[in-house]
């Protein structure tokens, strides 16, 4: 991502691909989304992380989703980070987060290398909670300054296997535009 060599990988399952098969009951089992964010340095073959459990729980549990979207905005140096299905902060059920987080990628990378302060690493992210932004498994493209959410669905609570009927779905069927203020 930015021009150092880092790579920068967050999110996601630690289990790999659910099954969806009659057993085990539940696909997506607790404590398996991946609560790290890994720096690697591609150049040099060294690497660090940060567990995003250290932060306050509107940033930590959007941080470690499945299927969210992102834009790394080269010029800027900017990650927007939409959307995703996991587990509530609180371990109680799964949702699809409706999150927009924002970072400098670069300062992100460096405070990640350098250990800095949990509150100071929480300070780089700006937070939005907009339920239109509540989708997994889409498609973002950025356009001439216009986000494009595309297609996708929602799903409330666990996603489990086939014949389940104690989780909600639905495709989104559309193409969602937005653009951002920086203000």
């Known amino acids: 991502m930015p021009n150092d060599g880092a790579l920068l990988v967050l999110g996601g399952l630690r289990q790999g691909l659910h099954t969806f098969k009659p057993a085990p009951e539940y696909n997506f089992i607790r404590d398996n ?6 720096v690697l340095d591609i150049d040099e073959g060294n690497q660090w992380s940060f567990d995003v459990n250290q932060l306050k729980s509107e940033l930590s549990a959007p941080l ?6 992102f834009h790394y905005h080269r010029e800027s140096g900017i990650l927007h980070i939409i959307g995703g299905y996991m587990w509530k902060a609180d371990q109680s059920d799964m949702k699809t987060f409706g999150t927009l ?9 460096q405070a990640v290398k350098s250990g800095m302060a949990i509150s100071e690493i929480e300070s780089l992210f700006e937070y939005l909670q907009d339920d239109r932004l509540a989708v997994t ?3 973002l493209l950025v356009l001439n300054n216009n986000f494009y959410l595309v297609m996708g669905q929602w799903v409330d609570g666990q996603n489990g296997a086939l014949g389940r009927t104690d989780f909600t779905q639905e495709y989104t069927e559309e193409i969602r535009v937005f653009s951002l203020n920086p203000n």
């Open 64 to 69: 470690q989703v499945n299927n969210q979207q």
């Open 33 to 38: 989304s991946n609560n790290y964010i890994f």
């Open 137 to 139: 498994i889409e498609d």
């Open 101 to 109: 987080i924002t970072a400098n990628a670069e300062k992100f990378i």
